[in-house]
């Protein structure tokens, strides 16, 4: 190792091709995954155990479900549910899709007001306004997510949307532990229903007196004939909106890196021939000394290794600097979710790893054929 690190010097274009090679795959890697996390985390985040959601029979999203109000009636009757100040913890909730701009680019796009029946900071332990109050109810207010209020025109605190031609107040922002709940607006269910002429909702969401009361609600509402209505956990709700994404992105993010490891592989190990190639010099005195196959092996191995971890490094300060500031926005159903995607620790592990296994890999083969090459011959060829 001091031999080959004191001729590193006649090799610097050799390592930054390793280096460079290194880096783009684990650029690519970490910065696909690093997104895919941050959306599974934002809507899963949104999920609490304690809650449970009644859509009807057959829809798949609170978008292409429909209860009438005798279904809602129903619902809050049933066993199982938290009571507060005497009623049972329902809010039936109806979601509304409004059109807005972007601040940057003015492209116009759509985000998700949602009507609730039950205040929202009351039902959702979560939300925690962090500016202004809580709309009133009965009246045309909002209440912002943070990922939206800044974003888009028109929804910051003391800004007004306009529906169906009136203006409605955002009166308040809020926070929802970075979860997809960021990306909507809230406002009274009774006053955005009479507004779009619609006498329906789209979903019932519940509190559960504990967690375990989960089989008994769900079990009173699906043996009942007068309703015909699917029940899940709130988690198992957003576990399941948020798969296709996952999977697309994690497709995405090993088909690419995996392209590019070869690629990067058959370059590192192009570049070690020739190094190994410019060193003969340097091997040969090794085994001449007394220094066997396996030391000449390991010393190019732990060579191209050192040199992949530091391309590792760079890929990852690269993606580092990309999302410094970033916010990432995707659609979900009807609306969008909008994110900050971070790196987290474990990611940047599995970028080290990748980039030791291509190390090691393109190695390999250059390593055994200079170990393999007999003394003699590597004398004579001096």
């Not at 406002?187 to 009479?194: F, K, N, Q």
Request: hydrophobic share 50%; net charge positive.
């Amino acid at each position: 190792m001091e031999l080959s690190a004191r001729s590193i010097d006649q090799r610097i274009g050799a390592s930054l091709v390793v280096i460079a090679g290194v880096a783009g795959v684990v650029a690519v890697l970490l910065s696909v995954l690093a997104i895919s996390g941050t959306l599974m985390k934002s809507i899963q985040g949104a999920g609490d155990p304690a809650r449970a959601l009644v859509l009807s029979q057959g829809a798949s999203s609170e978008g292409s479900s429909a209860l009438s109000r005798e279904a809602v009636r129903l619902i809050q009757s049933a066993p199982g549910l938290r009571t507060v100040d005497g009623n049972a913890a329902v809010s039936a909730e109806a979601l509304f899709i409004v059109p807005v701009r972007d601040l940057e680019t003015n492209a116009r796009t759509q985000i998700v007001i949602r009507g609730a029946t039950m205040q929202t900071t009351a039902f959702r332990w979560e939300i925690k306004i962090v500016e202004g109050r809580a709309p009133r109810s009965g009246t045309q207010e909002l209440l912002v997510g943070s990922s939206v209020s800044g974003k888009y025109r028109s929804l910051k605190v003391g800004d007004s949307l306009t529906i169906r031609g009136a203006k409605w107040p955002i009166v308040g922002r809020f926070n929802a532990a970075n979860s997809a709940r960021e990306s909507e607006l809230f406002g009274d269910a009774e006053t955005l229903l009479s507004t779009h002429q619609r006498n329906g909702y789209n979903a019932v969401y519940v509190q559960l007196a504990e967690a375990s009361a989960f089989t008994t609600f769900r079990d009173s509402l699906t043996v009942n004939p007068a309703l015909s209505v699917s029940v899940m956990r709130e988690q198992e709700y957003y576990r399941i909106q948020s798969e296709p994404i996952a999977k697309a992105w994690h497709f995405v993010a090993y088909i690419a890196s995996s392209i590019m490891a070869l690629g990067a592989m058959f370059g590192a190990a192009n570049t070690m021939y020739s190094s190994i190639a410019a060193r003969s010099k340097e091997i040969a005195t090794l085994r001449a000394i007394g220094f066997g196959g396996s030391a000449v092996v390991g010393s190019v191995l732990i060579e191209v290794t050192l040199l992949a971890i530091v391309g590792a490094l760079l890929g990852t300060f690269v993606v580092w600097l990309a999302f410094d500031g970033s916010i990432l926005s995707t659609k979900l159903g009807a609306g969008r979710v909008i994110a900050q995607p971070s790196l987290d620790p474990m990611l940047v592990l599995l970028g080290i790893a990748w980039a030791c296994g291509i190390g090691l890999l393109s190695g390999l083969f250059p390593a055994v054929r200079a170990a393999r090459v007999p003394v003699a011959v590597a004398l004579r060829d001096l």
